[in-house]
């Protein structure tokens, strides 16, 4: 499998040089998440008292109000692709996958995207990685079976829920939250949640 360290990465993020020491160490000491769960919390107090969390505020996102959660649990399938209008920082605490993609692949006529355009990419624990804002991603894989725990850090706000009238139309059809917009495999379950189904061709898997 090719790693975020390959040449191929770099059209949809870069490795930071960061120090992920105290971050992996501290969501390493929470308890395990309940097997088939999947945990994101977008802001976490601990992680925002780190050292890391101001080196981030102040050099990756240029002073811009930022919050830093994490996306833990267990997963193996793409089920949905998502982005932002901003880059979001990925950390790994454990060994884990990243399915990636790019919007410019969307076709917006009907809000669809072809899987088979997906990439996996491994990403080492300790490794923190910028997932460009036009990068289609949504939940990291473990490997090998294992839980996968992986900090998440996206401008404040991010992924709260919606206040602003429900529209259909074009693009705004994806808007799920606040700064993300999403596309769901029909095997997924996320309909029942409102989500667009737009995913054509199968529900990637590692297995």
Not at 126 to 139: K, P, W
Request: hydrophobic share 40%; charged share 25%; proline share 4%.
């Amino acid at each position: 499998m090719k790693t975020v360290m390959d040449k191929e990465f770099q059209v949809y993020g870069r490795v930071l040089k960061l120090d992920t020491t105290a971050f992996t160490a501290a969501i390493n000491k929470h308890a395990p998440i309940a097997a088939g769960q999947v945990v994101y919390e977008p802001s976490v107090s601990e992680f925002e008292k780190l050292p890391l969390f101001r080196r981030l505020t102040e050099k990756v996102y240029g002073e811009l109000p930022i919050e830093f959660g994490h996306c833990s649990g267990w997963n193996e399938k793409l089920n949905a692709v998502e982005y932002h209008r901003s880059s979001e920082v990925d950390i790994a605490a454990t060994d884990l996958v990243l399915m990636v993609g790019r919007q410019q692949d969307i076709d917006y006529t009907n809000n669809t995207y072809d899987t088979a355009k997906i990439e996996c990419f491994l990403v080492p624990a300790g490794t923190a990685v910028e997932l460009y804002a036009t990068t289609l991603h949504y939940a990291p894989c473990g490997v090998d079976g294992h839980e996968f725990r992986c900090g998440v850090v996206l401008p404040r706000s991010t992924n709260e829920p919606l206040v602003a009238a429900e529209t259909t139309d074009g693009e705004d059809r994806l808007l799920f939250a606040v700064n993300k917009w999403l596309i769901a495999h029909k095997e997924s379950g996320l309909e029942a949640d409102g989500a667009w189904i737009g995913l054509r061709g199968k529900n990637l898997s590692l297995k």
